[in-house]
Each structure stands twice: as structure tokens, then as C-alpha cells.
């Protein structure tokens, strides 16, 4: 029995261990034809920034569309590649976290592999997936490939 890859989901947070993530990502969905779906997932101090108004809405979007970017241009087709931008935490739902996210994404976009990055060594401000590989492992319905 072989494997049908049609789209593979990166979740990305602006952290090299995302990056790392994404050239797997990449790797994978050349294997097999795949598209890709990049998902970078904002960080809790963010979202309230965003929310509060004390962060311009317009600059988050410009940072993530740059980064993502870069990310897409590692594919052999980056019209393959396509992104979205999702907040990783809710001020009102306690159910809305950064793994919930991944998998609501996954079935939304109706994916058939996931690659995430491990949990970050460096505890850097962007590392919003940190803990989330070990969630996604074990509710996703889809392989994962942990990096």
C-alpha cells in the first residue's frame, strides 16, 4: 500500500526549528507531487497586541507574508505553496490553542501529511509551536512528522 500525498501542512511561527519544519515540508511534497499549505500560527503576546491595538495589524501581516516568503520559495514550484495566518490563542475560547489550530487547519484543508517542528531548544520569543508536536502526534488524523 503506497502513500497519496495530495497536500502537506506546515505550521510555521517565524522560529528555525519552523523553517527546519518547512524544508521538510518541501522535501515531501516534491516527493509527491504535493502542494503545500504553510499555516503561521501567531503567538499569544501578538494576538493581544494586535487585539489591544497596540500592534498595527497591517506590519504583523507584512512580517508573516515575508517569512512565509522565504519559506515557499525553498519549494521546487512555490505556486505549489499556498499560506494562511491563523492566531494561536483566544482571549475568549480556552478550547483555541496553537494544536487546535493545526488540526481544525488539517481538516479544513482536507491535508494528508503534517510536518511540525519538535519543541524548541532555544525558548525564543517566535517559538509559538513549541509544545505543540506532541498534540498534533497524538490527535491528528493525518501522518506526522515530527522535526
Do not use: N, W
Amino acid at each position: 500500500m503506497t502513500l497519496a500525498v495530495d497536500m502537506v501542512l506546515v505550521p510555521v511561527d517565524g522560529s528555525e526549528a519552523s523553517a527546519d519544519a518547512a524544508e521538510y515540508a518541501m522535501t515531501i511534497a516534491e516527493r509527491y507531487d504535493a502542494d503545500v499549505h504553510v499555516l503561521y500560527v501567531v503567538g499569544d503576546s501578538v494576538a493581544r497586541g494586535i487585539e489591544g491595538g497596540d500592534l498595527d495589524r497591517t506590519d504583523i501581516a507584512d512580517e508573516t507574508l515575508q517569512y512565509v516568503e522565504k519559506i515557499a520559495a525553498l519549494a521546487d514550484d512555490p505556486d505549489r505553496v499556498q499560506c494562511s495566518m491563523a492566531y494561536g490563542y483566544s482571549t475568549v475560547r480556552k478550547t483555541h490553542h496553537p494544536g487546535s489550530v493545526v488540526l481544525d487547519t488539517a481538516e479544513d484543508l482536507d491535508v494528508d501529511f503534517v510536518v511540525i517542528p519538535r519543541e524548541s531548544t532555544t525558548g525564543g520569543q517566535g517559538d509559538v509551536l513549541e509544545k505543540v508536536a506532541e498534540y498534533v502526534l497524538l490527535y491528528a488524523s493525518q501522518p506526522v512528522l515530527s522535526v
